[in-house]
């Protein structure tokens, strides 16, 4: 419901699980943010909520001594009028100043969104969404600017976006135009994000917040490796299962910021959107920008409560693939069993034993076209190469299919190497300053995927392959970093718009993709989770979390995941050991127990595995698929351990009547304490019955979740088993399956 005050000009958006509440300022006509959090009851009146000191020492717009917005909780905060803290808005006018203010001037209300534009986006039909869209008129020029708000009835979710609107004559530079803006009361944060580096993405920092400003940020042209663009605000107290959190998620890809600033009165600012940095976009007379949008989520029950709410929300309203609800075939990836290193016959022995395991995909990833045998060139050239298939991509997908396999292939459609046609044809395609330096990144360079023909000619390489190959799965790759962002085609006064422009060129080609071909099952990927974000999500329904298939990393990077995208959009396979990344050594059942909490699939060489090996594989592969509706639709839980050498995860049905446990214990203790783990959200009242393996025990819901599993076994009248028993070692996995009686 939202709720607009004639009077008092109050806006309240609420529905059952959050409320959000601000006003026009009748002095300056900017807007004042009142209250964010958990369900309040509608006033008629909310200005008991206006805090105001008398602070002669301070700057004041103008009149009396309570004027200082440095002292206002602002709904889209300006610089150049006396708030000091970072601004959601910079425009750089004709003069050189960078004053402005926006003044209230109307406000619409209605139901349903669509995505429409050049970016991603969330939709709902009319019962699932009202809008309240804010229009503001700059005080000083004929800018507009609108903001927007989606309030999701059904979930404690709004999501924002901003829009600038140049009705003048003259064109101003727009420096920053935040999705969103946030001021929180004095209180006591923390903060949590998700970073890390290539082969180790979005572990999971939790921090307090300090005084100043702190982010998380890329600079690098997609999302990153290093950062990802999300961050939670919580309590010390907020834990998995209980508190308050809320959650910021950027619908975005290219270069972002997600910021916290702490001011000196405690007030904390949350900001999302592109990254100011190096960011300045000409927007001519008559013409709009729009800032991607931001999804917000609240949650008083804990992390998960948070965690939950994403996952619901972009598989409901982001993720449009037909493919979000089905069952994602099992697949098998030839990267790292070869790596560029294949011949048609070898390709064709891994289908042959990945059809006798129960594999329902084969992906043909990097190494099919051209003349690529390493990395060092032919991106760009998407021909297959004749020499690794001499019959052709065509025939290969023909006898993949007959055997009863789907087909995949892999594309980098993003880059060039220098020794391709395409690099002398159109050596100005390439981003970079050309009497600069131009930095290579895995010996490739980076198309200009701002300037619409290069789009349209990649497009067009690729229909060539996806038009004649019978194909059902896609991994889009991109594999650098965009160093130099300098493109040939823009003005010198445009070049602070390469990064923006070249996201929505990938987000164009995508869509092509999309639309013409709707069936193929897209993967998304960044050399791994380079690109692990919502904006991707509208596009593809799964991604490649990371190229490192090492279980036990993996659970670091799972869980950091899991804190906003749903298990049905991680990329997760077993691969062989010792493992490529990090050469460990862990047990096929414990990388099994790992990916099957994502969308599970193999990446070695089946030829490789022993016979023994073969017919766990094939039994794994039976299993997980009994799970998978479970666990692609359940509710996910991080299940709290006692330590940091335990990670525990579940997934429980919607009904509550079956749950699946995975308990991963890192290394092994000697003489090592009881363990125990509670569980969560199963029905209290129920019984279930609790299987691992062979062995089975009835339990309580309700005690499940106040005293948890017990892991250790009862030895009582065993003693002489002390001698015999086989210790499980380091990297042990458990896994549980539970059904309501
Ligand atoms: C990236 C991907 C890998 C693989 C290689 C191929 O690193 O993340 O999965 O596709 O590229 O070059």
């Not at 805090?51 to 150049?80: C, D």
């Not at 019978?470 to 823009?490: C, G, P, T, V």
Request: aromatic fraction near 12%; hydrophobic fraction near 35%.
């Amino acid at each position: 419901m939202i709720y607009f005050n004639e009077k008092t000009l109050e806006f309240h958006l609420t529905n059952q699980a959050m409320s959000y509440v601000f006003r026009v300022m009748d002095q300056t006509g900017t807007l004042e943010h009142l209250y964010y959090g958990s369900t309040i009851p509608h006033y008629n009146d909310f200005s008991f909520l206006i805090e105001r000191e008398i602070r002669p020492s301070n700057n004041q717009v103008w009149g009396n001594n309570l004027t200082s917005l440095e002292h206002v909780k602002q709904e889209y905060p300006v610089f150049g009028t006396t708030d000091f803290r970072y601004p959601a808005l910079d425009v750089e006018y004709p003069e050189g100043d960078h004053i402005s203010q926006f003044v209230y001037q109307s406000y619409r209300i209605f139901t349903g969104k669509k995505v429409t534009g050049a970016l991603p986006g969330t939709f709902g039909e009319k019962d699932e969404v009202e809008v309240l869209e804010i229009t503001l008129k700059d005080h000083y020029s004929d800018l507009l600017l609108v903001l927007t708000y989606h309030l999701y009835m059904d979930e404690p979710v709004l999501t924002r976006q901003a829009k600038l609107i140049n009705q003048g004559q003259q064109a101003v530079s727009l420096h920053q135009l935040a999705s969103l803006s946030v001021d929180f009361p004095k209180g006591n944060y923390e903060w949590l994000h998700l970073n890390g580096a290539w082969a180790r993405e979005a572990h999971l920092t939790r921090e307090a917040v300090h005084l100043g400003v702190q982010h998380v940020s890329s600079t690098r042209g997609h999302s990153s490796h290093m950062h990802n663009p999300f961050l939670a605000l919580c309590q010390p107290d907020t834990t998995e299962k209980q508190g308050e959190a809320y959650g910021f998620s950027l619908i975005y890809s290219g270069n972002f910021l997600a910021q916290i600033e702490r001011d000196n009165y405690d007030v904390v600012r949350v900001q999302l959107g592109i990254n100011p940095f190096q960011f300045n976009w000409q927007l001519k007379a008559g013409e709009t920008f729009e800032s991607p949008e931001a999804v917000m989520v609240f949650s008083e029950s804990g992390l998960n409560g948070m965690s939950q709410t994403f996952h619901r929300f972009f598989k409901k309203h982001l993720i449009r693939s037909p493919w979000k609800d089905k069952k994602r075939p099992v697949l098998i990836n030839n990267w790292e069993a070869t790596y560029f290193d294949f011949t048609e016959e070898k390709i064709l022995e891994i289908v042959d034993e990945a059809q006798q395991l129960g594999i329902d995909l084969f992906v043909l990833d990097d190494g099919w076209f051209g003349h690529r045998n390493s990395d060092t060139g032919s991106l760009g050239n998407w021909t297959e190469n004749r020499a690794k298939l001499p019959h052709g991509l065509k025939n290969l997908s023909e006898k993949i299919h007959e055997k009863g396999l789907l087909f995949g292939l892999w594309f980098e459609p993003e880059m060039i190497s220098n020794d391709t046609e395409l690099y002398d044809q159109h050596p100005e395609w390439v981003l970079g300053q050309p009497d600069k330096n131009i930095s290579h990144g895995r010996n490739q360079f980076v198309l200009d995927f701002g300037n619409p023909a290069v789009v349209e000619h990649i497009f067009e390489q690729m229909t060539q392959i996806l038009s004649n190959v019978e194909i059902d799965y896609i991994k889009l790759d991109m594999n650098r970093y965009i160093s130099e962002a300098y493109s040939n085609m823009l003005a010198a006064n445009q070049q602070g718009e390469v990064c923006h422009r070249y996201i929505i060129g990938v987000y164009d080609l995508y869509e092509r993709i999309v639309k013409n071909y709707p069936e193929i099952l897209i993967e998304s990927c960044a050399g791994g989770g380079a690109r692990f974000d919502a904006g991707m999500l509208y596009y593809s329904p799964q991604i490649w979390a990371s190229d490192d298939t090492d279980a036990v990393e993996r659970l670091s990077i799972q869980s950091g995941l899991s804190m906003l995208y749903p298990l049905s959009t991680m990329g997760s396979h077993v691969s062989a050991v010792p493992n490529h990344q990090v050469a460990r050594v862990t047990s096929l059942e414990m990388r099994k127990h790992v990916a099957m909490f994502g969308t599970f699939g193999y990446e070695l060489d089946p030829t490789k595995l022993t016979s023994k090996e073969k017919k766990a594989v094939k039994q794994d592969i039976l299993d997980y698929k009994r799970y998978q509706e479970l666990i692609c639709s359940g509710d996910f839980y991080r299940l709290e351990t006692t330590d940091e050498n335990q990670v525990a995860w579940m997934v429980v049905s919607q009904d509550k009547n079956e749950a699946l446990v995975g308990y991963y214990q890192i290394l092994a203790r000697p003489n090592p304490s009881y363990e125990r783990i509670r569980l969560l959200g199963l029905a209290k009242e129920k019984e279930y019955s609790v299987s691992e393996g062979d062995k089975k025990t009835v339990r309580y819901g309700k005690d499940l979740e106040t005293i948890g599993l017990i892991l250790n076994e009862n030895y009582i009248g065993r003693e002489q088993e002390y001698w015999s028993r086989t210790m499980p070692g380091d990297f042990h996995s458990r896994v549980f399956h539970l059904t309501a009686r």
